[in-house]
């Protein structure tokens, strides 16, 4: 029973991690694994999955490297052809790992810390463990792998641009379009850090998410409270006012590039705090008696217009330093 458990605990990240699309809960049956039967077990685990991925990768890539192909069935193969088969197996499972550590320390974090410290702890460790793992890639296989990150970038704004000439834009719009190509590829690389902290913040809430409601009935999590009812600490408010008032000084007097994209990515990390805080209001009046064809038209509203839903979501979170919609003043921190 121990070892079938132990397959299931290895195999179904590896599985989930495959898909692509559900990759974002590999992290789940890692943490089931931590909660239920312990740390060691867990471990184990992810050490087996680990193991074994690096076994398919090796086993797959190997009759195409000297063809300088890859099997698109893995994880992060459209990262060929900036990346070689064998940095894609690296990178790959540096990502499995990414993950799978997730499920392991979000379990920690809900063994009796607050919410926020939690989740906090949780990124930055992840954040390390990825500088360790880049640091280590550029070493391994002795190339600049942040230089490497931004051909990636100019290779995927290409193939964006001669995807828009193939459906027929305009040679205006092309040539305006190419003109921008050393900017947007700019955005992309140095936003790295936000998109990546953003993506972690949002693999958390999921996990979190389905980890309360089909396993755990609340009780790993119980001391972070009611997400409906959590709401930011008011000096909160002041990080959109000093880190904008910081970008428009920089761009009038200083100049400084540096801090121009570091006041960015910290704006960009706020504005998914926000979001995560617009949630928690929508979730807590979504509970209030609603007809179901106005809930089924606010589903398709909420998917179809997502992108605008989003703004929309942040603005609440950030309004509500305000104006308080739920009325739970005093309840700062509450999660």
Known sequence: ?????????????????????????????????????????????????????????????????????????????????????????YLGMLEFLYYGVLGLLLVRAGQGERMEWGIARSVMGLG??????????????????????????????????????DIGLEEE????????????????????????????????????????????????????????????????????VSVGALYFLNNLLLHQTGLKWLSLNILLVNLAVYFFQGMAIVIHFWRRPIPPLMRMAAYLVFFVLFQVVAVVIVLLGLFNFWFDFRKIKGMSGAA
């Open 173 to 240: 719009e092309m040539v305006l379009l190419r003109g921008h190509l050393p900017a947007m590829v700019d955005a992309a690389y140095y936003l790295l850090p936000a998109f990546l902290i953003n993506g972690t913040l949002v693999a958390c809430a999921l996990n979190v998410m389905l980890f309360k409601r089909w396993f755990d009935g609340g009780r790993l999590f119980g001391k972070w409270g009611d997400f409906a009812q959590w709401k930011l600490p008011d000096s909160w408010v002041w990080f959109p």
């Open 1 to 89: 029973m121990m070892l079938a458990s132990w397959l299931v605990a290895a195999g179904l990240p590896i599985f989930l991690y495959s898909t692509g699309l559900f990759a974002i809960f590999t992290p789940l049956p890692l943490a089931i694994c931590y909660h239920r039967r312990g740390v060691g077990q867990a471990l184990v685990a992810l050490v087996a999955g680990f193991a074994l991925l690096s076994v398919f990768y090796h086993i797959l890539n190997k009759p195409v490297e000297a063809a300088n192909h890859v099997v698109w069935m893995l994880p992060l193969m459209n990262l060929a052809p900036v990346f070689t088969p064998a940095q894609i197996s």
């Open 128 to 165: 390390f463990l990825l500088m360790v793992g880049l640091v280590v890639f550029s070493a391994i296989f002795s190339v600049n792998v942040f230089g490497q990150i931004r051909a990636l970038f100019q290779n995927f704004f290409a193939q964006w641009l001669q995807s828009g000439q």
